[in-house]
């Protein structure tokens, strides 16, 4: 079994809860920055931490749209993603959904949950990555669409939100096959155009790399702060909560040339298509798997 199993399933479960709560808030007319700090909130609230900064991409963005501090942005008739996870002592999970605000992209918000709810059922010991893809493939395609091809789930450990195994979202012919006591998230995302992405411009998220000795005053004391989100990822608004947005713009650009700091551009389906995600995260079992990100009672 899984070291810290309880860890798992309770930062889990406030991972589930956190994106129902963001899920019930994403209304035409509503904030997005609004719902992306509720769901923050929420998971302090229930007393864990946010393993990453709640994120909402709409529309063609499939992935990795975080507010800006000064974001005005409302819902309109668009498809919404929240993708969002808690983390107790390192141990995250992560999970996602799709709201469709638009009213005629439900076939396309059901081909991701459809694919990701069938690579569940086979998860087990012993299946192949490539398995999952195709399985994954073979239901957004029954629904006349395309999955991403370069997104993809991933293993996820302990101060690590995306490690070893790629779960593809289609077959890459991987031969690679699950094992017991590994924790991963499957995460389809269905599209209506060609079903790749590519990075757009201002990141929003960042990531700690490694520790560098900083001589900037301004730079050294953001950098103290970067350090108290222990290598997980971070928003840069929440930066701006302590320090000017200048001095965080200039510190984060010292840090990223040092390396020390990555930033996440969004990413962006290149023939603009619509884009919807469903996720999970799951326990590879002895006989089978255990949604980790399903229980809701905390
Ligand atoms: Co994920």
Redesign the pocket.
Known sequence: MVEDIEKWRKACSISAVALNHGINLIKKGAKVIEVCDAVDQKIIELGAKPAFPAQISLDHTAAHYCCPYDDKTVFEAQVAKL?CGAHIDGIPG?N?ATVDLSGNNSELVKASRNALNAAIKIVKPGIKLSEIGETIQSEITELGFSPVRNLS??GIAKFE??TKPTVPNFNNNDPNELTSGQVI?I?PFATTGEGIIKEATNSEVFMQLSHKPVRDMTARQILAEIETYESLPFAKRWLIKKFSPVKVELALKQLQQLNAVKGYPPLVEQARGLVSQA?HTILVTDSGYEVLTQNQNI
């Open positions: 993708d992560d996602a789930g991933h939100l995306h998230a995460e996720e």
